[in-house]
């Protein structure tokens, strides 16, 4: 009795630094996931803030010239305004030269002082009015080339506010074709992930033969798990080496398929019914489903499956295929699913 109780002791103490040793790295594996994940998330987001601020910066640059050309149509406005008063004080300007000149022409020839005087006078308001004639059309020509240089920056700037258009429809068309290009890539990603689960899981039920406690549920190939296990236990019986070694096989096949470039996982999910467990070595169906799910882990990783390519996960017994409250049901809840998935 004393040696029974012994070796049960003994059995206990293997147990718990293994499971432990589990735990430890299902947690390193998820934070390297994690960070992973993290990583991309920030890259991404700092790569779309480089284009927000271009675009931003593109649409200030467009304000400012809309504002500019806006300026310098009202300054052509207010010349031409000024152009057509001074127009019409130079035909003001001509007729009263033609009124003195008229004068001029049709006063009597009188040679007295009085008359003299009267014609210096007219000549001399007809000599004004030529001057002021002469200065008006020189600042009209002086606005007619203010006129056309105004007209040459509105050109430029038209042409600049067009090719900050353009630029801007360029950047948008750039954003969106890139925006395409990362959705096809990631779309053909998918399928080509897709082809080889397939694949993979055709080979598998191949390889297992037409067993009824193993079959295909969705993307998930599932095992009972009586196949592996006993009940409430987490130690993998021997007559399971031969599918577990076939599937180490197949695994291995898929590593030199699949290429280098496309990151992916098989997932290894424990389940278990909803019987609760309490037990030294399982206190909850949890740590039950997830030492299972890390024991057929560790079995391939011995048969030269890459640690890379697996992920052990536990769902306990909170993800049933079948909600019934029977032996059957739970039979089938029971089980162990592999999920090839990206990384």
């Given at each position: 009795m004393?040696?029974?109780?012994?070796?049960?002791?003994?059995?206990?103490?293997?147990?718990?630094p293994?499971?432990?040793?589990?735990?430890?790295?299902?947690?390193?594996?998820?934070?390297?996931?994690?960070?992973?994940?993290?990583?991309?998330?920030?890259?991404?987001?700092?790569?779309?803030?480089?284009?927000?601020?271009?675009?931003?910066?593109?649409?200030?640059?467009?304000?400012?010239?809309?504002?500019?050309?806006?300026l310098?149509?009202?300054?052509?406005?207010?010349?031409?305004?000024?152009?057509?008063?001074?127009?019409?004080?130079?035909?003001?300007?001509?007729?009263?030269?033609?009124?003195?000149?008229?004068?001029?022409?049709s006063?009597?020839?009188?040679?007295s002082?009085?008359?003299?005087?009267?014609?210096?006078?007219?000549?001399?308001?007809?000599?004004?009015?030529?001057?002021?004639?002469?200065?008006?059309?020189?600042?009209?020509?002086?606005?007619?080339?203010?006129?056309?240089?105004?007209?040459?920056?509105?050109?430029?700037?038209?042409?600049?506010?067009?090719?900050?258009?353009?630029?801007?429809?360029?950047?948008?068309?750039?954003?969106?074709?890139?925006?395409?290009?990362?959705?096809?890539?990631?779309?053909?990603?998918?399928?080509?992930?897709?082809?080889?689960?397939?694949e993979?899981f055709?080979?598998?039920?191949?390889?297992?033969?037409?067993?009824?406690?193993?079959?295909?549920?969705?993307?998930?190939?599932?095992?009972?798990?009586?196949?592996f296990?006993?009940?409430?236990?987490?130690?993998?019986?021997?007559?399971?080496?031969?599918a577990?070694?076939?599937?180490?096989?197949?695994?291995?096949?898929?590593?030199?398929?699949?290429?280098?470039?496309?990151?992916?996982?098989?997932?290894?999910?424990?389940?278990?019914?909803?019987?609760?467990?309490?037990?030294?070595?399982?206190?909850?169906?949890?740590?039950?489903?997830?030492?299972?799910?890390?024991?057929?882990?560790?079995?391939?990783?011995?048969?030269?499956?890459?640690?890379?390519?697996?992920?052990?996960?536990?769902?306990?017994?909170?993800?049933?295929?079948?909600?019934?409250?029977?032996?059957?049901?739970?039979?089938?809840?029971?089980?162990?699913?592999?999920?090839?998935?990206?990384?």
């Amino acid at each position: 009795m004393a040696l029974g109780r012994f070796r049960g002791r003994d059995r206990q103490i293997d147990y718990w630094p293994g499971f432990v040793d589990a735990l430890s790295t299902l947690l390193l594996v998820f934070v390297f996931l994690l960070t992973v994940f993290v990583l991309a998330q920030f890259y991404l987001t700092q790569e779309m803030s480089g284009k927000d601020t271009a675009m931003q910066r593109l649409q200030a640059q467009i304000r400012q010239l809309t504002e500019l050309l806006a300026l310098e149509r009202s300054n052509n406005d207010d010349s031409e305004s000024e152009v057509g008063k001074l127009r019409s004080s130079l035909v003001m300007l001509e007729q009263e030269r033609d009124k003195l000149q008229s004068q001029l022409g049709s006063a009597p020839a009188d040679t007295s002082a009085e008359a003299q005087q009267r014609n210096a006078d007219l000549a001399r308001q007809l000599g004004d009015q030529k001057d002021a004639a002469a200065q008006a059309l020189t600042q009209i020509d002086l606005l007619n080339q203010q006129i056309a240089a105004l007209r040459r920056q509105m050109a430029a700037l038209e042409e600049a506010l067009q090719a900050s258009e353009q630029k801007d429809k360029d950047s948008q068309a750039k954003l969106a074709d890139m925006g395409r290009r990362l959705n096809l890539a990631l779309a053909q990603r998918v399928q080509e992930l897709t082809r080889f689960r397939s694949e993979f899981f055709g080979r598998l039920r191949q390889i297992l033969g037409d067993r009824p406690d193993i079959r295909v549920v969705g993307d998930r190939f599932v095992f009972q798990s009586e196949i592996f296990f006993d009940r409430g236990a987490a130690s993998l019986r021997p007559e399971s080496d031969p599918a577990l070694d076939k599937l180490a096989e197949a695994i291995k096949a898929l590593e030199t398929e699949i290429p280098s470039d496309l990151s992916w996982v098989l997932r290894v999910d424990g389940h278990t019914d909803n019987r609760p467990i309490q037990t030294p070595q399982f206190p909850s169906n949890w740590e039950l489903s997830a030492a299972r799910a890390i024991a057929v882990v560790q079995y391939l990783i011995s048969k030269g499956v890459n640690p890379v390519h697996l992920v052990a996960a536990g769902f306990g017994e909170y993800q049933p295929l079948d909600t019934a409250d029977t032996e059957e049901a739970r039979a089938r809840n029971r089980r162990i699913e592999l999920k090839l998935t990206e990384r």
